[in-house]
C-alpha cells in the first residue's frame, strides 16, 4: 500500500488480503509490554541462531553509558541452565561502528544437545538464554515453531510468548516480516513506531530493530530458542524487488541502493544469523541429521524481477490478472540464476527423508477464478507472489521432480493460514496431462503450510464469501483461516510431516489463551495433505532457561 496513512475502517479489498501492507486499522489502546529496566547494560535480550551440528550464533547488545565508543563482551556456553558445565567461552568486543551489537560463532558444541548462554559486559551479566544444535547421523523426530509478520503497531505479541513456551522445540523459523518500515499510524497504531517516521537510514533501522528487541515476548522467544530467519519485504520496504520496491519514492526518500545497504547492515546487526559476503544472498542450508533439511530462499533483494501490475477487475477484491503476456516472460525471477541453480543442486545433492523450502511469499496457485493452464489459468489475485511469475515457479517444479519428492514449502507474509497441495496445473483434473485429482492428490508435486502472522492484520470475513471463492476455484487449497493471528508448529518424523496450526485470542491486550485450530499431514512419499490429528508433545524436554 505505499504509505498507508488512512486509519479509518473501510471494507476489504483485493490489497487488504492478498498483498502484505494493508488492513483495517486496531481501534484500542493498550501499554507496551515491559522491557528490562531502562539503565541495563543488556535491554536488549539475547538470542541465538543460524545454528549448526557443532556451533550456534549468539547475540546480545550493550546499552553503554554515553560517551563509550566500544566495550569488551564475555560470554560462556554450557550445557546445564546453572552454567556450571561450561563448555566454551570468549570474548569479542563491539563498538558505535556495528551499534554495540555483539555476535559470536560460539563452535565445538555437541550435536543435537540444548546448550545455555550468558554474556558479561561494563560490570553486568545478561540473562540467561538457551539454544540447540543440530542433530546429526540417525534423527526420528523434529517439532519446528514456524511465524511471520510480526508489526509491532498492529498488536502484542503473545503468539511469540506461547511459542517460547514449547520446551520441546528443536527450531523456530521466521519467514520474513520480522519488523514493518512504516511510519507512527501508517500501518497499525495500538503501540506507537520508533523512531516516529517511516525508516530510511541506517539510524532509522536500527532504532526499529532496538524498539522490536525490547518487546518482553519477543525477548522470551529469543531467549528460549534458536531461530532460523529469512526476511521478506518489510525488513527493507513493501514489495521490494532488487531495484527498487513500491514503498519507496527515490525523489523523496533518496537511492533504492542506499536504503537496501542501510536495512541489511542494521539486518546483520540486529539479527542473530551467519553473515554472507553479499549480504543481499541471505540464501542457506540446514541439515538435521538424515530426517530434514531445511532450505532457506530470498525472494526480494537479490534477484527479484519487478512486479507486474494486477489490471482486471475484480468486485470485492480489487484487481486481478492474467498470466499472459509479459507473466510468461522466462526470464522474470523471484530468486535470480544463482539462486535458482544453487537451489537445484541443493536439492538433488540433499540425503535428507525431508526437504523444507522456507520462503516469503505464497506458491500454490490462487485464483479468483480458476481454469486450466490450457485456457489460460483463470483469473490470479496477487502478482507480488508465485503466481506473478510462472515461469520460475514453473523451474523450481522442475527441481522438485528432479530431486524425487517429499517437499515442503513453508510461507509466510499473507496474513492468514493456508494448506495447500502445489500442482503444476491444479484446475485441471485430468492427471495424465499434468493435472491434478482434488480428491486422490494425484497430481500434486509437494505442499505447503503457510503460516498466519504474529500480529499484522487478515481479511475479515464474517459470512465466508471469500472463503467461499477461495474454496470454489482452487481444488489444491485444504485449508484457507483468514483472519486470525498465530503460529505454526511442525512435527517431523520419518514417514510424516504433520502441520499444526495455533492462533491466540487476541493481539489487542496481554494474554495466555492460544487454541489448536486443525492439522494436516503429508505421508512419505506421498507429496499431498490429508487431514491429520494434534500431535502430543515431547517428552521430558529440556528446562528453559531460567
Same mark, same amino acid.
Given at each position: 500500500?505505499?504509505?498507508?496513512?488512512?486509519?479509518?475502517?473501510?471494507?476489504p479489498?483485493?490489497?487488504?488480503?492478498?498483498?502484505?501492507?494493508?488492513?483495517?486499522?486496531?481501534?484500542?489502546?493498550?501499554?507496551?509490554?515491559?522491557?528490562?529496566?531502562?539503565?541495563?547494560?543488556?535491554?536488549?535480550?539475547?538470542?541465538?541462531?543460524?545454528p549448526?551440528?557443532?556451533?550456534?550464533?549468539?547475540?546480545?547488545?550493550?546499552s553503554?553509558?554515553?560517551?563509550?565508543?566500544?566495550?569488551?563482551?564475555?560470554?560462556?556456553?554450557?550445557?546445564?541452565?546453572?552454567?556450571?558445565?561450561?563448555?566454551?567461552?570468549?570474548?569479542?568486543?563491539?563498538s558505535?561502528?556495528?551499534d554495540?551489537?555483539?555476535?559470536?560463532n560460539?563452535?565445538?558444541?555437541?550435536?543435537?544437545?540444548?546448550?545455555?548462554?550468558?554474556?558479561?559486559?561494563?560490570?553486568?551479566?545478561?540473562?540467561v538464554?538457551?539454544?540447540?544444535?543440530?542433530?546429526?547421523?540417525? #534423527? *526420528?523426530? !523434529?517439532?519446528? /515453531?514456524?511465524?511471520?509478520?510480526?508489526?509491532? @503497531? %498492529?498488536?502484542l505479541?503473545?503468539?511469540? &510468548?506461547?511459542?517460547?513456551e514449547?520446551?520441546?522445540?528443536?527450531?523456530?523459523l521466521?519467514?520474513?516480516?520480522?519488523?514493518?518500515?512504516?511510519?507512527?499510524?501508517?500501518?497499525?497504531n495500538?503501540?506507537?513506531?520508533?523512531p516516529?517516521?517511516?525508516i530510511?537510514?541506517?539510524?532509522?533501522?536500527?532504532?526499529?530493530?532496538?524498539?522490536?528487541?525490547?518487546?518482553?515476548d519477543?525477548?522470551?522467544?529469543?531467549?528460549?530458542h534458536?531461530?532460523?530467519?529469512?526476511?521478506?519485504?518489510?525488513e527493507?520496504?513493501?514489495?521490494?524487488w532488487?531495484?527498487?520496491?513500491?514503498?519507496?519514492?527515490?525523489a #523523496? *526518500?533518496? !537511492?533504492?541502493? /542506499?536504503?537496501r545497504?542501510?536495512?541489511?547492515? @542494521? %539486518?546483520?546487526e540486529?539479527?542473530p544469523? &551467519?553473515?554472507?559476503?553479499?549480504?543481499?544472498?541471505?540464501?542457506?542450508?540446514?541439515?538435521?541429521?538424515?530426517?530434514?533439511?531445511?532450505?532457506?530462499?530470498?525472494?526480494?533483494?537479490?534477484?527479484?524481477?519487478?512486479?507486474?501490475?494486477?489490471?482486471?477487475?475484480?468486485?470485492?477484491?480489487?484487481a486481478?490478472?492474467?498470466?499472459?503476456?509479459?507473466?510468461?516472460?522466462?526470464?522474470?525471477t523471484?530468486?535470480?540464476?544463482?539462486?535458482?541453480?544453487?537451489?537445484?543442486?541443493?536439492?538433488?545433492?540433499?540425503?535428507?527423508?525431508?526437504?523444507?523450502l522456507?520462503q516469503?511469499?505464497?506458491?500454490?496457485?490462487?485464483?479468483?477464478?480458476?481454469?486450466?493452464?490450457?485456457?489460460?489459468?483463470?483469473?490470479?489475485?496477487?502478482?507480488?507472489?508465485?503466481?506473478?511469475?510462472?515461469?520460475?515457479?514453473?523451474?523450481?517444479?522442475?527441481?522438485?521432480?528432479?530431486?524425487?519428492?517429499?517437499?515442503?514449502?513453508?510461507?509466510?507474509?499473507?496474513?492468514?493460514?493456508?494448506?495447500?497441495?502445489?500442482?503444476?496445473?491444479?484446475?485441471?483434473?485430468?492427471?495424465?496431462?499434468?493435472?491434478?485429482?482434488?480428491?486422490?492428490?494425484?497430481?500434486?508435486?509437494?505442499?505447503?503450510f503457510?503460516?498466519?502472522?504474529?500480529?499484522?492484520?487478515?481479511?475479515?470475513?464474517?459470512?465466508?464469501?471469500?472463503?467461499?471463492?477461495?474454496?470454489?476455484?482452487?481444488?489444491?487449497?485444504?485449508?484457507?483461516?483468514?483472519?486470525?493471528?498465530?503460529?505454526?508448529?511442525?512435527?517431523?518424523?520419518?514417514?510424516?510431516?504433520?502441520?499444526?496450526?495455533?492462533?491466540?485470542?487476541?493481539?489487542?491486550?496481554?494474554?495466555?489463551?492460544?487454541?489448536?485450530?486443525?492439522?494436516?499431514?503429508?505421508?512419505?512419499?506421498?507429496?499431498?495433505?490429508?487431514?491429520?490429528?494434534?500431535?502430543?508433545?515431547?517428552?521430558?524436554?529440556?528446562?528453559?532457561?531460567?
Amino acid at each position: 500500500m505505499g504509505h498507508p496513512v488512512d486509519q479509518t475502517p473501510r471494507a476489504p479489498n483485493r490489497r487488504d488480503f492478498f498483498r502484505s501492507s494493508g488492513g483495517a486499522a486496531l481501534l484500542v489502546a493498550a501499554p507496551l509490554l515491559p522491557a528490562q529496566a531502562a539503565g541495563a547494560v543488556f535491554q536488549h535480550g539475547v538470542a541465538s541462531g543460524d545454528p549448526l551440528a557443532d556451533s550456534v550464533i549468539l547475540w546480545t547488545r550493550v546499552s553503554p553509558p554515553a560517551g563509550t565508543t566500544a566495550a569488551n563482551v564475555e560470554w560462556l556456553v554450557a550445557t546445564d541452565p546453572g552454567l556450571t558445565q561450561v563448555v566454551a567461552r570468549g570474548r569479542v568486543r563491539t563498538s558505535a561502528a556495528r551499534d554495540f551489537t555483539a555476535k559470536v560463532n560460539a563452535s565445538g558444541l555437541a550435536a543435537g544437545r540444548t546448550h545455555y548462554y550468558r554474556f558479561s559486559a561494563l560490570g553486568e551479566t545478561s540473562p540467561v538464554g538457551r539454544t540447540r544444535t543440530l542433530p546429526s547421523g540417525r #534423527t *526420528e523426530h !523434529l517439532r519446528i /515453531a514456524v511465524a511471520s509478520c510480526s508489526n509491532h @503497531a %498492529y498488536g502484542l505479541f503473545n503468539a511469540y &510468548r506461547r511459542i517460547a513456551e514449547r520446551a520441546d522445540l528443536d527450531l523456530v523459523l521466521h519467514l520474513g516480516d520480522y519488523l514493518y518500515e512504516y511510519g507512527d499510524g501508517q500501518y497499525g497504531n495500538l503501540r506507537p513506531t520508533q523512531p516516529a517516521n517511516e525508516i530510511i537510514t541506517l539510524t532509522d533501522y536500527r532504532s526499529r530493530h532496538a524498539q522490536y528487541k525490547t518487546d518482553a515476548d519477543l525477548q522470551a522467544l529469543h531467549r528460549q530458542h534458536a531461530m532460523v530467519p529469512i526476511w521478506d519485504d518489510h525488513e527493507s520496504a513493501n514489495d521490494a524487488w532488487r531495484r527498487g520496491a513500491q514503498n519507496h519514492d527515490a525523489a #523523496t *526518500e533518496g !537511492l533504492w541502493a /542506499a536504503r537496501r545497504r542501510a536495512a541489511l547492515q @542494521a %539486518y546483520y546487526e540486529w539479527m542473530p544469523v &551467519r553473515e554472507p559476503a553479499d549480504l543481499k544472498q541471505a540464501q542457506r542450508s540446514f541439515r538435521l541429521g538424515d530426517l530434514a533439511q531445511i532450505t532457506m530462499l530470498e525472494t526480494r533483494l537479490s534477484g527479484r524481477s519487478e512486479q507486474l501490475p494486477a489490471t482486471i477487475p475484480v468486485p470485492g477484491l480489487g484487481a486481478g490478472f492474467k498470466a499472459t503476456g509479459a507473466f510468461l516472460d522466462p526470464a522474470r525471477t523471484l530468486l535470480g540464476t544463482t539462486q535458482e541453480a544453487w537451489l537445484s543442486n541443493t536439492l538433488q545433492a540433499s540425503p535428507a527423508t525431508w526437504q523444507l523450502l522456507g520462503q516469503g511469499v505464497m506458491f500454490a496457485q490462487l485464483k479468483a477464478l480458476g481454469r486450466p493452464n490450457a485456457d489460460g489459468g483463470g483469473l490470479f489475485v496477487n502478482p507480488d507472489q508465485w503466481d506473478g511469475y510462472p515461469p520460475c515457479r514453473d523451474r523450481v517444479f522442475d527441481m522438485i521432480d528432479a530431486a524425487g519428492g517429499n517437499v515442503i514449502v513453508l510461507t509466510g507474509d499473507i496474513h492468514s493460514a493456508w494448506a495447500n497441495d502445489l500442482a503444476r496445473d491444479p484446475n485441471n483434473p485430468d492427471v495424465a496431462t499434468g493435472g491434478y485429482d482434488k480428491t486422490s492428490g494425484a497430481g500434486s508435486r509437494a505442499v505447503e503450510f503457510v503460516t498466519t502472522s504474529i500480529t499484522s492484520p487478515g481479511l475479515p470475513d464474517p459470512d465466508g464469501t471469500f472463503a467461499g471463492i477461495i474454496f470454489s476455484q482452487n481444488p489444491h487449497i485444504k485449508h484457507a483461516d483468514l483472519d486470525r493471528r498465530g503460529y505454526l508448529l511442525l512435527d517431523i518424523q520419518p514417514a510424516r510431516v504433520v502441520g499444526e496450526f495455533y492462533v491466540v485470542d487476541t493481539v489487542a491486550t496481554p494474554s495466555a489463551v492460544e487454541s489448536f485450530v486443525t492439522a494436516f499431514e503429508v505421508q512419505a512419499g506421498s507429496n499431498h495433505l490429508v487431514p491429520s490429528a494434534q500431535t502430543p508433545a515431547k517428552a521430558h524436554p529440556p528446562a528453559p532457561a531460567p
